[in-house]
């Protein structure tokens, strides 16, 4: 019988990348007093920094999480960092031989999948969480318990920003950075709001959720998207989210900028102004009758979720950042890419190419930290390169694409 002081049996897929930090983290805090990780899957191991480490701790490693789970059933906790397009399978997967979930973000790439697991960690009671470390974080927990509380007056409009300077290396690093789906047909629908920057698209509808363990639920949106590199998919995305309770989203991110900015983000409530800004660091309140707050930086602790993660398996209460409250997001990647008809591609005199290895559209960064002060679309800002997408209701939408099942069309399980 397992008692609680006992190491939670933990299995990691990936120990490149972000598993890189979870395994370093584990290494380091977490094992073996805390933790016992019964093996390590990644088909390429030895490029992994770590891997000698892990032979030295005598820590199998695998190419597949069958075979993990072949040799060492049942682990309590299964941390996947994987590419978007293994969430879905490795996460059914764990879920299917008892395992509760850590799942870097995104939880899925289209919202039917989404559904699916959702269903499915109901009907074996175990639990998917979602890495978005923001969400973890004693600054975002505090500011969203004074908002639910009443404290800042009704929410008006909450906006986020995110600048960053991407390379070709950057698309260039896997098979699957800027797809849309692989060549198998598996969604990916890799960008900027799917990955880099999703943890700030998700802040805000989680700081729009009516409590604790859920996010805002966005009923409508309408975006535009632009490319400066040579990719499927959009470096450069802008949306308007509007959710059940009325509350306007803005969202702003792009790659393909000389010079990074944010993230940061702006919340308008009736009494008072919430806003934080990476170069400075800290999250303020400011009311309308002058008084000040401070929640300190979201940055601190990002490894928060896995101390959760672990925390909670051993505990019974609801889950935090879990699959419920990270649908919030996806439903919003999935009506990004139904609003936009096409893709644009900025005209080739704005991008500076001097530069063999970036695609750097000349005067960008200025052009959205002006929308995202006037809270406007480029297109509603008369830039001449811009093009609005179409309103996309998301109330009710359950399929990707085109909103709901096609008749005769069964859900993925």
């Given amino acids: 019988m397992v008692k609680p002081e006992d190491p939670v049996s933990l299995a990691l897929v990936g120990i490149g990348g972000m598993g890189y930090f979870y395994l370093k983290e584990l290494l380091e805090n977490y094992y073996p007093q805390k933790v016992f990780i019964q093996g390590a899957v990644d088909p390429y191991p030895e490029r992994s920094e ?14 597949t999480l069958e075979d993990l789970y072949l040799r060492r059933p049942n682990p309590e906790l299964t941390v996947i960092s994987s590419p978007i397009h293994c969430h879905v399978s490795q996460s059914g997967l764990a879920l299917q031989n008892g395992s509760h979930v850590l799942c870097e ?20 009671k175990n ?7 923001w969400c973890f974080s004693d600054a975002i927990q505090n500011l969203k318990q004074d908002i639910l509380k009443g404290i800042f007056g009704q929410p008006l409009r909450f906006k986020t920003l995110c600048l960053w300077h991407r390379d070709l290396s950057y698309y260039q690093r896997c098979d699957w950075a800027g797809k849309i789906k692989t060549s198998e047909g598996i969604w990916i629908l890799d ?29 409508e949106i309408t975006a535009e998207a632009y490319r400066a590199y040579p990719v499927e998919n959009y470096d450069t995305v802008v949306c308007r989210i509007l ?29 008072a102004e919430v806003s934080f800004d990476h170069s400075i660091g800290t999250i303020k309140a ?5 008084r000040v707050k401070k929640y300190g930086s979201p940055d601190l602790f990002p490894m928060k979720k896995l101390e959760y993660a672990v925390n909670a398996v051993r505990q019974r209460a ?3 950042c879990g699959s419920e409250a990270s649908r919030a997001q996806t439903l919003s990647i999935n009506g990004i890419q139904e609003s936009i ?9 704005m991008i500076d190419s001097t530069q063999k290895s970036s695609r750097d559209v000349s005067g960008l960064e200025k052009m959205l930290m002006q929308c995202y002060t006037d809270n406007m679309l480029p297109s509603e800002a008369g830039l001449t390169w811009a093009r609005k997408g179409k309103r996309i209701q998301l109330d009710s939408y359950s399929y990707f694409p085109g909103g709901f099942i096609p008749s005769g069309r069964e859900e993925k399980e």
């Fill in 318 to 320: 609801p889950i935090l």
């Fill in 127 to 133: 639990w998917i969480l979602i890495g978005y470390q």
């Fill in 286 to 290: 400011l009311g309308k009758n002058g």
């Fill in 105 to 124: 973000k995104p939880l899925t790439a289209v919202v039917q999948d989404a559904d699916a697991l959702i269903r499915m960690g109901n009907k074996l």
């Fill in 243 to 271: 959710t059940k309770n009325i509350l306007e989203i803005l969202f702003y991110a792009s790659h393909a900028v000389r010079d990074d900015a944010g993230p940061m983000f702006q919340l308008e409530f009736t009494d």
């Fill in 341 to 349: 008809p096409a893709i644009i591609d900025f005209p080739g005199a």
């Fill in 50 to 63: 770590l891997y000698p480490e892990l032979k030295r701790s005598d820590i199998p490693v695998f190419s």
């Fill in 191 to 219: 960008s900027p709001a799917n990955n880099a920057m999703a943890h700030f698209l998700h802040n805000l509808l989680y700081l729009a959720g009516d409590s604790q363990y859920s996010s805002g639920s966005p009923v």
